[in-house]
């Protein structure tokens, strides 16, 4: 009996499996198509400044509209496409569509585009963003890479000689999602980073719970000491804004201040700052 139910169970895992492995086999092969089946779009999300609650820039931020399965979030596909090399074209797609949009805004707004490692460790990384500054015309200045700690732990030296190229022609360079990777002080101090972002897992997280509250105030305390601004990521409340302002965090990016959104939508505030 307890045999059966053994072969049984087995049974069901083998199929579940089958079914995994054939899903994700598909969203490979859809993911290759999805630039030229116009199925991405970029949405933007704003950020703040602590001194004046001013919007600084916005982070674009990839969507993929998966016909017909419909929605699938960048937390699912980005890993698959990173794995597949796909994740080159993708994120091209993403610099060069940000690029275009952001060269219409205001001057002073920034946009800030996320790279993944394998972008920054590809070849010709460094000319495919000279390209896009070059035909879009924006302001080297203006862009903002966001890279994780996973850069720093894989090949760093070619990732870190890019990145440092990428600096030397003005484009900022931020670490994102910082606390989540493994990185070491002296890897922070290597890198050519001009901000600091906290990951959003701190700041919703500070109010309850010491460990998370001892995070945030060591990245400032980080951040004051190399002289980098940081960013409180996932800013969802006035009580944790008005922390992370007596912290010391120069900007915000959350739900408080707007989720990401279309490019169309944008644009009217835009104007109305603007003017
Ligand atoms: P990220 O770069 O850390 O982006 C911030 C994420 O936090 C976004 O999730 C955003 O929608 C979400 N978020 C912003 N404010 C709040 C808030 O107040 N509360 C909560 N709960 N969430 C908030 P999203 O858009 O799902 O993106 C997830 C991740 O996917 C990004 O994390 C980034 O690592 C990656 N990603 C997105 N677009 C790209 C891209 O173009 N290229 C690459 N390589 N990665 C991307
Ligand atoms: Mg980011
Ligand atoms: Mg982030
Ligand atoms: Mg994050």
Redesign the pocket.
């Known amino acids: 009996q307890a045999k059966q139910s053994g072969r049984g169970a087995a049974c069901f895992f083998d199929r579940d499996l089958d079914r995994v492995i054939r899903e994700r086999r598909k969203i490979e092969r859809d993911l290759e198509r999805a630039v030229s089946h116009d199925e991405l779009r970029l ?1 933007y ?1 704003p950020i703040v400044s602590t001194v004046d609650r001013r919007v600084t820039g916005y ?4 969507r993929w509209q998966h016909s017909p399965h419909g929605f699938v ?3 699912k596909f ?1 890993p698959i496409a990173e794995e597949t090399g796909s ?1 080159i074209r993708i ?1 091209e797609w ?1 610099l060069r569509t940000a690029c275009t949009e952001a060269s219409c805004w205001p001057d002073e707004l920034q946009i800030a ?4 490692p394998i972008q920054i460790e590809s070849r010709d990384f460094t000319e495919t963003v000279e390209g896009v500054l070059a035909a879009t015309g924006l302001t080297p200045s203006r862009l903002e890479l ?1 890279v ?1 700690e996973s850069v720093m732990l894989r090949h760093s030296a070619s990732a870190l000689a890019t990145l440092q190229r990428l600096k030397d022609r003005g484009i900022r360079i931020v670490m ?2 910082f606390g989540t990777g493994y990185s070491s002080l002296s890897n922070l101090q290597a890198f050519p980073f001009d901000k600091i ?1 906290i ?2 897992r701190f700041i ?1 997280a500070m109010e309850q719970d010491e460990a998370a509250l001892s995070v945030v105030r060591a990245v400032v305390g980080l951040g004051t000491s190399l002289r980098l601004p940081i960013v409180a ?4 409340t006035e009580a944790q804004y008005a922390f992370i302002m007596r912290e010391g965090c120069a900007e915000a ?4 201040f707007g ?2 959104s279309t490019a169309i939508q944008v644009q009217p505030r835009l104007r109305l700052i603007g003017a």
């Open positions: 949405v999300q982070e674009a931020l990839l979030p960048p937390d980005i994740i994120g993403a585009v996320n790279v993944s966001e994780t994102d999602d972002k990951d959003r919703g990521e996932g800013v969802e990016q959350g739900f408080l989720a990401p």
